[in-house]
């Protein structure tokens, strides 16, 4: 609620927009936070939490608005706090690019996560007949799983014409193993769904024009992990859409 009542009225930039309205909310949440719960941020060695920040090519204030894409660049997003709120501020945040395939610790769980809508660009180029005698029909189903049957988070080309697409460098968005969740943000309603042994979301949108959007929330059971990589997923608890 306080980000979206930011004043714009002011002269400011994209850039003194995420780092100085963006980037200093979620620190001064987080200090309240820590105080609430009684922790010393500063004696606090590690975080309960972390924030992960994954590009987009729509961020008008990143340099590099192509796909695959670079992280943020941390000195820059951080250049406006002091060298004590930096330090925190850099154990709390994993830039990641987008997209991303990350681990959590040791638990043999791997997530992967793109900002780029793959599945409305998929959507508006598949060429599929449903079959009237085919009461199973899952579109969404049916387009996510294009990612992890050619292992690609963007498995489509040429591209959608929405997408700043760097061919040379089109083997990051490659991947060996299905991730056990796969993350995909979009425009088109809300989903969960489970392929194989991977579990595919889309949150959502947080906000759509004037009106609010969804967001997801989900839980990893830390202490039932099973060492059988395919069953991983289902220590991941849904809790809700919101």
Excluded: W
């Excluded at 695959?68 to 850099?90: A, R, T, V, Y």
């Excluded at 791997?110 to 900002?115: D, E, H, L, R, Y």
């Excluded at 990612?147 to 040429?158: D, N």
């Amino acid at each position: 609620e306080k980000i979206k009542n930011i004043d714009l009225d002011e002269d400011i930039s994209f850039d003194e927009l995420m780092k100085e309205k963006i980037m200093n909310f979620i620190f001064q949440s987080y200090m309240h936070m820590m105080r609430s719960t009684s922790l010393s941020p500063e004696n606090n060695k590690q975080l309960p939490f972390k924030i992960m920040l994954v590009p987009s090519i729509k961020d008008v204030h990143h340099i590099f608005n192509v796909f695959p894409q670079n992280g943020f660049d941390q000195e820059l997003l951080l250049e406006s706090f002091d060298s004590h709120q930096s330090k925190i501020m850099k154990d709390m945040f994993v830039l990641g690019s987008n997209p991303s395939m990350i681990a959590i610790n040791n638990q043999n769980v791997s997530i992967g996560v793109t900002s780029i809508d793959v599945i409305k660009h998929l959507a508006r180029n598949e060429v599929h007949q449903k079959s009237k005698f085919d009461l199973s029909y899952d579109r969404f189903k049916i387009l996510a799983t294009h990612l992890l049957q050619e292992g690609s988070f963007y498995p489509l080309y040429p591209p959608d014409s929405e997408c700043n697409f760097d061919s040379q460098n089109a083997e990051c968005l490659e991947f060996d193993q299905s991730p056990h969740l796969l993350i995909l943000p979009s425009d088109f309603h809300h989903f969960i769904k489970r392929i194989n042994n991977t579990i595919v979301i889309n949150p959502g949108r947080l906000s759509k024009s004037t009106s609010k959007g969804t967001f997801a929330i989900l839980e990893y059971n830390l202490n039932n992990n099973n060492n059988n990589n395919n069953e991983n997923n289902n220590q991941f608890n849904f809790n809700h859409f919101a």
